[in-house]
C-alpha cells in the first residue's frame, strides 16, 4: 500500500522557515517525480513545487521560487520542502503527492500558518 | 505560463442529470490534463488522467474529453455521493496550473 506521511507543519512568524518532511512508502521512491501542492483555507489547489526522480531538476511557480526549495532523499525515501522568508499567502494545507500518472497519490495533508 | 480557465464555478444538478464541467487551456497541453474530486476534508481524488483514461476504481458514470484545447469532466448520471469541487489539473508544462474548481451540489 502506497502512503505518503508528512510533517513539520506548524505556526511560524511571518519571515522565519520552516521545513516540511514526507516519508513514503508502498513504491520506489527513487522512479518518480514527486510533487507538492496546497491548498489555502477555503481556497483552490495550487502546484508548490516538483522535483524529478533523482533530484536533477526541480520546478517551481513565481509565487514561491527563490523562497522555497523541494530537495529529496532517495535512500531514505523522503521528500522534503524548505520555506524560507515565510508570508501571510502561505498559510494553507501542503500535500505530499506523486501525480501526473495513472497511479496518483496524496498524503494526509500538513498545516502551515503563518502568522504573527 | 498555461492558463487553465474553469466552468462553472459552482452546479446544482438533480440526481440522475447528466453533469459538464469544462476546462480551457491556454495553449495546446495535448492530453497532460488530469481530473481531480475533492469532499470536505479530504486530500482530492484523481478522476480521470491522460484527458480521457478513467482512474482506477472510479466509476464509469464519469468521462472525459478533449476538444482542441478545451477539455470536459462528464458525469453521465449524477449520484448521491459525487457532490465535491471538482478540479482540473494541466500537466504538460511547468508551472503546472489547476483550474479555479468546480463547486457541485445536489438541487
Known amino acids: 500500500e502506497v502512503q505518503l506521511v508528512e510533517s513539520g507543519g506548524g505556526l511560524v512568524q511571518p519571515g522565519r522557515s520552516l521545513k516540511l518532511s514526507c516519508v513514503a512508502s508502498g513504491f520506489t521512491f527513487n522512479n518518480y517525480w514527486m510533487t507538492w501542492i496546497r491548498q489555502a483555507p477555503g481556497k483552490g489547489l495550487e502546484w508548490v513545487a516538483s522535483i524529478t526522480n533523482t533530484g536533477g531538476s526541480t520546478y517551481y511557480p513565481d509565487s514561491v521560487k527563490g523562497r522555497f526549495t523541494i530537495s529529496r532523499d532517495n535512500a531514505k525515501s523522503t521528500l522534503y520542502l524548505q520555506m524560507n522568508s515565510l508570508r501571510s499567502e502561505d498559510t494553507a494545507t501542503y500535500y505530499c503527492t506523486r501525480i501526473l500518472g495513472a497511479q496518483d497519490y496524496w498524503g494526509q495533508g500538513v498545516m502551515v500558518t503563518v502568522s504573527s | 505560463d498555461i492558463q487553465m480557465t474553469q466552468s462553472p464555478a459552482s452546479l446544482s444538478a438533480s440526481l440522475e442529470e447528466i453533469v459538464t464541467i469544462t476546462c480551457q487551456a491556454s495553449q495546446d497541453i495535448g492530453n497532460w490534463l488530469a481530473w481531480y474530486q475533492q469532499k470536505p476534508g479530504k486530500s482530492p481524488q484523481l478522476l480521470i488522467y491522460?484527458?480521457?483514461s478513467l482512474a482506477d476504481g472510479v466509476p464509469s458514470r464519469f468521462s472525459g474529453s478533449r476538444s482542441g484545447t478545451q477539455y470536459s469532466l462528464k458525469i453521465s448520471r449524477l449520484q448521491v455521493e459525487d457532490p465535491g469541487i471538482y478540479y482540473c489539473?494541466?500537466?504538460?508544462?511547468?508551472?503546472?496550473?489547476f483550474g479555479s474548481g468546480t463547486k457541485l451540489e445536489i438541487k
Open positions: 491522460g484527458a480521457t
Open positions: 489539473l494541466q500537466g504538460y508544462s511547468a508551472p503546472f496550473t
